[in-house]
């Protein structure tokens, strides 16, 4: 049974952080392509980062490049978000999200189509 359990959001003031984790029970995990989305009531998912391991490779939205950094840790089978200089416009549902395949990231990585597996969601108020 696979499992992706997010942990770490909350609030925060504008201008502060948060780190948000996804523990994955994916095996192997250090191949996949991983990704964190947002989504906020009556708007469609939409792509935050992405880390594509065996590439080294990290793709970021533009609203959040320079702010957020994704990561992760291998012998944890866990990946992080840390969300810095926090404005209200990243207040939204926050989702971890694998993929199946264990050939990287696809050539559209921040579409939510190409995932397979979701996390419940964690809230981030800003």
């Known amino acids: 049974h696979v499992q992706l359990v997010e942990s770490g959001g909350g609030s925060a003031l504008a201008g502060g952080s948060l780190r948000l984790s996804c523990t994955v029970s994916?095996?192997?995990?250090?191949?996949?392509?991983m990704g964190w989305f947002r989504q906020v009531l009556g708007n469609q998912r939409e792509g935050v980062a992405v880390?594509?391991?065996?590439?080294?490779?990290?793709t970021y939205a533009d609203s959040v490049k320079d702010r957020f950094t994704i990561s992760q840790d291998n012998a944890k089978n866990t990946v992080y978000l840390q969300m810095n200089s926090l404005k209200p416009e990243d207040t939204a549902m926050y989702y971890c999200?694998?993929?199946?395949?264990?050939?990287?990231?696809?050539?559209?990585?921040?579409?939510?189509?190409?995932?397979?597996?979701w996390g419940q969601g964690t809230q981030v108020t800003v």
């Open positions: 994916l095996y192997p995990f250090n191949t996949r392509c």
């Open positions: 999200a694998a993929r199946h395949s264990l050939i990287g990231c696809p050539s559209r990585p921040m579409n939510p189509s190409d995932y397979d597996f």
């Open positions: 880390i594509d391991p065996g590439a080294r490779r990290t």
